[in-house]
């Protein structure tokens, strides 16, 4: 069974739409199968394309992917991945820009999620996007110009000399801020501009561990050895993204993965899933002084890690997936563990929630702050319980169903508030429904292999995938090539979520900073350096998040 | 009622008691199916390398100098996948449960196999095959014994003797 496509009658619906608002730019429209409606466009015509299908067909921009496409067909080119929720099907603008200059207009003011996009393809293709600023965005501040580490002809691991240059042409007053402790803390940090204790503005800094994956799975990997590597992309939601990955070269090569695989697959995503959102509410209680409640979750949550192990012969990181199928079947013995531990988890979690709802502290400082509107969760097009907790009907496993998805029924919960306690209650919600989707996968798991007998990957096919991690939708874009993907793009959830950060935090008192950062459950695990800047003197303090979550007053602080 | 529902909390951690466990003075809780570093049995390892190419750390490595092929182990890059162990083809590689590998001496993080190189039976040099590869391979498929002994230079040259010598046809040699 190959993913999940499209009803006839949606994909000719669209179809005929998009023919009919983009039939005078379009140079061509046609459905590739297991990726979506792909429509060229003129790079000259970009924005008109995106105005129409972003605004017109309300879709929302999932993810964008810049490609040296030099070697294949001469030329680099820009793939704008769009999704039609109502349709279940995927739009992909693709414009061809020239090998010597390439460049491309720019599409911020359009759909502000493509602002982050638009700056990697600038920082690491070289592509120019014209008519907005670019700047230094993933690569460090030495990296010397000119230098395009996802070119195809630079190699994958080159050591360039740092080169001063750049550094240099910063200007303005700059108040150095450090060191940043990779080991330590993750090395992401918000600049959060305060005056007195309200934030007025908020600046994200991060990128400092980007450690181009992408390229390592273009030049140095094989089709089977990438998804060890993609599962190291996150270290709590890591069975997403390989899940997602060999799906995308799977739909890329349309092969067949037998049914008790894909059953497995939704299985184990789902124990994920438990143990994520068990520890992000244990998490969310620490930061709210609430260490009984984080105690409790996290004793909940072991059985579920212990769970994963058995499955999968790790508790995290599990290793289990190849392109075709999985590696590790599960027996009898294993379900009715199973069975077991969901059951006391689903007990003992009932119980806690009614008290951790109960407790004044995490009530009252989690109604009403961090508050996201609908209209701008949709302009950022934010993803997951963010998404939810703000209106949006979207989840990906009902969306744009993969694995075993189709085969069971679940409520999508959907809050309208956007506040912090609407997104705890979105994952509160979630884990018992994940309780109740494991039941459903154990009771109907069909017999049979696990692992796809024929394995043929033709060169130059593009395969996208999605899959519903606990913080929101992971998308993995892949183009075939030999031995080895082609292009890989990865796109996680947070990065479509951190920019929306700005509005929920903005205007807010700074004692709810590190609830509402801490509510997209960001997926650095400990996102635990602020600035504390006071826009009228320009003073700087660092502070780490749990000291912020415990201080109330801001004059202490500077 | 409301007002004492966080007190709640106090019965439920009464009834779960103390879930750690007193590690190391206890048994860590390991399952049966926990995949920790890997074991090589010497005496079956060919030499393949069929382990390595599947390796997607590269904590296997091969290293040659021309007469001997170390297969090494290097548990400092392993992320214990167990993909080689799936790989090989004589079942030399068998995944353990040990994961307390932390040590003072970088040496007990490195382990190899160490395998001879065959000789060409025609010209003498080393092939690229480990000795036990050919017997691996000569077990199997007996019928390939007479190139199978030979390194791919004196194996080619064999063939387009062979040709020259009249099996199969020619359509002539072209002058020096
Ligand atoms: S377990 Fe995985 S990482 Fe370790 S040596 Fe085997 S293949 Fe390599
Ligand atoms: S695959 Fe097996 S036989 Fe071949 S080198 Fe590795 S351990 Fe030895």
Redesign the interface.
């Known amino acids: 069974m190959v993913d999940f496509e499209p009803s006839k009658q949606d994909l000719e619906e669209v179809r005929a739409q998009l023919t009919e608002k983009l039939g005078h730019i379009a140079r061509s429209v046609e459905y590739v199968p297991g990726a979506g409606i792909l429509v060229e466009v003129p790079v000259k015509r970009i924005r008109e394309a995106v105005k129409i299908i972003h605004n017109d067909l309300d879709a929302y921009l999932r993810t964008v992917a810049g490609v040296d496409e030099r070697p294949v067909k001469g030329v680099f080119s820009a793939y704008y991945v769009f999704g039609l929720d109502s349709k279940h099907v995927n739009i992909i603008v693709v414009a061809y820009m020239d090998s010597d200059k390439p460049s491309i207009p720019s599409v911020v003011d359009i759909a502000p999620s493509a602002d982050w996009y638009e700056l990697e393809m600038y920082d690491l293709l070289g592509i120019r996007v014209e008519g907005r600023r670019l700047y230094r965005f993933i690569l460090p501040e030495d990296w010397p110009e000119g230098l395009y580490p996802l070119r195809k002809d630079v190699a994958y691991n080159i050591r360039p000399e740092p080169s001063l240059r750049s550094r240099e042409a910063i200007s303005g007053p700059r108040i150095p801020v450090g060191p940043y402790h990779p080991a330590l803390h993750e090395p992401e940090y918000f600049e959060l501009y305060v005056e007195g204790e309200r934030v007025v503005d908020v600046r994200y800094n991060g990128f400092h561990v980007h450690r181009g994956i992408e390229k390592l799975g273009e030049s140095r990997?094989t089709y089977?050895?990438v998804p060890?590597?993609a599962e190291?992309i996150c270290g709590i939601c890591g069975f997403v993204h390989s899940v997602c990955y060999t799906q995308a070269v799977e739909n890329a090569a349309r092969i067949d993965v037998p049914e008790r695989a894909l059953y497995i697959r939704s299985l184990v995503l789902e124990v994920e899933r438990l143990h994520s959102h068990l520890l992000w509410i244990g998490v969310a209680c620490h930061l709210l002084g609430y260490d009984?409640?984080f105690m409790?979750a996290w004793?909940i949550r072991?059985k579920t890690m212990?769970l994963a192990?058995?499955?999968?012969?790790?508790r995290k990181?599990y290793?289990i997936n190849l392109v075709g199928g999985v590696?590790k079947d599960i027996n009898r013995d294993k379900i009715g563990k199973v069975l077991d531990t969901v059951k006391w988890v689903e007990d003992?979690f009932k119980?806690?929630v009614?008290?951790i709802t109960?407790?004044?502290q995490v009530v009252k400082r989690a109604t009403g702050t961090g508050i996201l509107p609908k209209h701008d969760a949709r302009a950022y097009s934010v993803v997951g319980p963010v998404a939810r907790a703000s209106g949006l009907n979207r989840d990906v496993r009902r969306d744009y169903p993969y694995a075993a998805y189709k085969e069971v029924s679940f409520k999508v919960p959907v809050y309208s508030e956007g506040d912090n306690l609407a997104r705890l209650l979105v994952r509160v919600d979630e884990v018992l429904e994940s309780i109740e989707i494991i039941r459903q996968l154990l009771d109907q798991l069909p017999q049979g292999p696990i692992m796809a007998e024929e394995l043929e990957i033709p060169e130059g096919r593009i395969g996208v995938s999605s899959v519903e991690a606990p913080r929101g939708e992971d998308i993995h874009f892949i183009i075939t090539g030999k031995g080895r993907p082609y292009r890989w793009r990865v796109r996680a959830p947070t990065y479509q979520n951190i920019p929306a950060l700005k509005v929920m935090l903005k205007d807010a008192p700074l004692a709810d900073a590190p609830l509402t950062i801490a509510s997209i459950d960001p997926c650095f695990s400990c996102t635990d350096r602020v600035v504390v800047v006071d826009a009228r003197t320009r003073k700087r303090r660092i502070i780490s998040l749990r000291k912020l979550s415990k201080i109330n007053c801001i004059g202490c602080l500077i | 009622m409301s007002l004492l529902k966080p007190f709640k909390l106090i019965g439920i951690a009464h009834r779960s008691g103390v879930v750690t466990v007193r590690y190391p003075f206890q048994p860590p809780l390991v399952t049966p199916e926990f995949r920790g570093r890997i074991r090589i049995d010497a005496s079956k390892c060919i030499g393949c390398g069929a382990c390595v190419n599947a390796c997607p750390s590269n904590a296997l490595t091969l290293v040659d100098d021309g007469e001997r092929r170390a297969l090494n182990y290097f548990i400092g890059r392993c992320i214990y996948c167990g993909r080689c162990a799936d790989v090989c083809p004589v079942g030399a590689i068998t995944i353990s449960r040990e994961f307390e590998l932390a040590t003072d001496n970088i040496g007990d993080l490195n382990s190899r196999v160490i395998h001879y190189k065959a000789t060409c039976s025609c010209c003498g040099e080393e092939t690229t095959a480990t000795e036990r590869m050919i017997s691996y391979v000569v077990s199997r498929v007996p019928v390939t014994e007479t190139y199978v002994h030979m390194g791919s230079r004196c194996r080619k040259r064999r063939f387009i003797e062979g040709l020259m010598m009249g099996r199969g046809m020619i359509y002539g040699e072209s002058e020096r």
């Open positions: 990997f089977q050895q060890f590597l190291r009984a409640g409790h004793r072991e212990v192990e058995l499955l999968t012969g790790s990181t290793g590696r003992e119980k806690l009614e008290v109960s407790v004044p």
